[in-house]
């Protein structure tokens, strides 16, 4: 595709519920970040994939935040149990690269924890 | 401990006029440094980025100065205009060791006309 696709645009769960984020990166992208944006708060990064490997993972707040990328194409991001202190935009980027100078960012699921 | 600190928080700026937006940094191992424009319901997209090896550095209305010694980056905008109005975020990161982004909180920009 032309861009970062994410799915769905926005979710509502209730508290202690699952969920799971799609993010599908630019074709032939080698890198792929998660970040979490809470309200007017800038980007903090969550885990890095670099093809199907997930490189670093030093960001997930806790053991309920799983990351996969099988293929090392699409990402999905799952959030066990969730809490209200979820509630956030979830951002994904890809980039060209194994570096990642140029990352070119979806336009996020807003997740909400009633 | 926030390893980038942005400021102001908000700016507003005449239409025609230069905005200018501050980062600061601590860490003395970040090698990349670079702005990010983010439009309400949209992602962050890259304006501008720039190594500690040059000073400056402009793309169009865009330009980075940057203060190895201070470890203060800046971002400014000439000729402000209405379209300019989003949310700026810098941010820096060490590529050598192969370190995501860490982005400022950011600057809410509006530019009145």
């Known amino acids: 595709g032309a861009g970062v696709s994410q799915s769905p645009r926005y979710k509502v769960a209730k508290r202690g519920q699952d969920v799971a984020l799609r993010c599908d990166p630019i074709s032939g992208h080698v890198s792929l970040f998660w970040y979490q944006q809470a309200l007017g708060q800038g980007p903090e990064f969550l885990t890095y994939?670099?093809?199907?490997?997930?490189?670093?993972k030093s960001g997930l707040p806790s053991d309920r935040f799983f990351a996969e990328r099988p293929e090392g194409s699409v990402s999905t991001l799952k959030i066990q149990r969730t809490q209200q202190e979820d509630s956030a935009v979830y951002l994904c980027?890809?980039?060209?690269?194994?570096?990642?100078?140029?990352?070119?960012f979806g336009s996020g699921t807003q997740l909400s924890v009633l | 401990q926030q390893q980038v600190k942005q400021s102001p928080q908000s700016l507003i700026v005449q239409k025609g006029g230069i905005s200018i937006i501050n980062c600061a940094y601590e860490n003395t191992a970040f090698d990349y440094f670079p702005w990010y424009q983010q439009f309400p319901g949209k992602g962050p997209a890259l304006l501008i980025a720039?190594?500690?090896?040059?000073s400056e550095k402009k793309e169009g209305r865009f330009t980075i100065s940057f203060n190895k010694s201070a470890k203060q980056f800046s971002l400014h905008i000439m000729d402000s205009q209405p379209g300019d109005s989003a949310t700026y975020f810098c941010?820096?990161?060490?590529?050598?060791?192969?370190?995501?982004?860490?982005f400022g909180k950011g600057t809410t920009l509006s530019v009145s006309s």
């Open positions: 980027a890809s980039s060209q690269g194994l570096m990642d100078e140029k990352l070119f």
């Open positions: 994939f670099q093809n199907e490997a997930q490189l670093d």
């Open positions: 941010a820096a990161s060490n590529n050598q060791a192969g370190t995501a982004l860490i």
């Open positions: 720039i190594r500690p090896d040059v």
